[in-house]
Every structure is written in structure tokens, then in C-alpha cells.
């Protein structure tokens, strides 16, 4: 089973290594200022969102970042999975499916009533192992962005 650690502010430099990982990964361009000051605020207890990191916390494989929102549809507070991501040299041995299997069980204790993500149309094996895990597209739905 994938160890799931609460990340705090002591895992800022081994946490901004793996999000700058996975940015780079998925062609996002951020300098490490901004992303550090994305980041801390999550490790420091915001109330709008938690780091976990995946595996041992000293040598993590990953990380989960869930921020939190209200949901009048769901009745309540519900969770968007912001970034998911385990290192390459380790995919595709489960850490991810547990992760998903783990995590939601856990927040639903604390009252979340629905868990959200967006996934890469083009990448099917990924959305495949989403849906696997209960998630499902919303056909009449589509998340939209306008940058601030």
C-alpha cells in the first residue's frame, strides 16, 4: 500500500522538486518563486487545500495536491485533485490506483461529499485508471478557466 504523509513545511525543497518535475512534464512554465509561494501556504495548514506526499516522506514517489471548494450540487464541501503525480521511473505499479482508492475514503471522514479532476482528453490510459476508479466524465459539464 502507498503511504500517504500529510506534507508540511519541512517538505517544501523535496515537494518543489517533484511539482517542477511534473510541470515540466506537462509543459507548465512557472518560476520556483511562484510555485514555492503556491505551495507553503498548503503546508502550513491553509484551510483551502493539503499536500500528501506518496511513499516514504524522506524519498517520496510522488504527491497529491487536493484543494477545497463548496458544492450546493453535492451538498457541501467537495475536493478537486489539482495535481496527481508519481516519478516515472515508478508508474504503472499501483501507487497511483491506491492513492485514488485511499484518499477520497479518508476525506469523505471529514465530510467531503465529492471529489473532482480533470484529465488530459488525449491521454487514455490515465483517464482509463480515473474512470477505474469511479470517477466519471460529466458529459453536460466541462470545466473553463479565465487566468486572474
Known amino acids: 500500500m502507498t503511504q500517504l504523509t500529510l506534507a508540511k513545511p519541512d517538505h517544501l525543497g523535496v515537494l518543489t522538486k517533484l511539482v517542477a518535475d511534473f510541470h515540466a512534464e506537462e509543459g507548465i512554465t512557472q518560476s520556483d ?13 491553509s484551510p483551502h487545500g493539503a499536500i500528501y506526499l506518496a511513499g516514504p516522506a524522506r524519498a517520496p514517489v510522488g504527491y497529491v495536491v487536493l484543494t477545497f471548494g463548496w458544492s ?5 464541501m467537495d475536493g478537486f485533485v489539482d495535481e496527481i503525480y508519481i516519478r516515472p521511473g515508478v508508474r504503472g505499479r499501483g501507487s497511483g490506483t491506491e492513492i485514488l482508492a485511499s484518499l477520497p475514503a479518508q476525506l469523505a471522514g471529514f ?3 465529492a471529489v ?3 484529465v488530459d482528453r488525449d491521454k487514455e490510459t490515465v483517464r482509463k485508471l480515473y474512470e477505474k476508479m469511479g470517477f466519471q466524465a460529466r458529459d453536460r459539464y466541462m470545466l473553463m478557466t479565465r487566468a486572474l
Do not use: Q, S, V
Open 33 to 45: 518563486e511562484t510555485r514555492a509561494a503556491a505551495i507553503l501556504p498548503l503546508l502550513e495548514g
Open 72 to 76: 450546493l450540487e453535492f451538498g457541501g
Open 111 to 113: 465530510g467531503l461529499k
Open 116 to 118: 473532482h479532476l480533470e
